[in-house]
């Protein structure tokens, strides 16, 4: 039996978004921009890691916040929205908060 998340636990925020290949690095440019002028700034903020599909077609973003709820007092900040609201109009973005289940490392 798992014990359920602490209610402050940190959070991994891992961000799916479909592209056109050809919109690929637009996205990734906008997504750097609300990250490095806003994001990154907010008080929970952890690290953020930016990844490119192989073959153009995703971007992920991979994020972890100090909680939830420091994730989504971030969220009401209007700084990064131009940069968020231009990306939705390339690529269409599939959400995801998660705790994290098993850490493994090389023995």
Sequence with gaps: ???PPLQNEPVTL???????PLNQERLIELLTR???TSVRHAPGFISANLHRSIDGT?????????????????RSDPAPFPF???ALTIAKFEPGMYHV???????
């Design 1 to 3: 039996m798992t014990t």
């Design 14 to 20: 891992i961000n799916v978004f479909t592209v056109d």
């Design 34 to 36: 609300a990250t490095e």
């Design 58 to 74: 995703k971007v992920t973003m991979v994020a972890q916040w100090r909680s939830a709820e420091d994730y989504q007092a971030m």
């Design 84 to 86: 968020l609201q231009e």
């Design 101 to 107: 289940a098993h850490t493994f490392a090389p023995l």
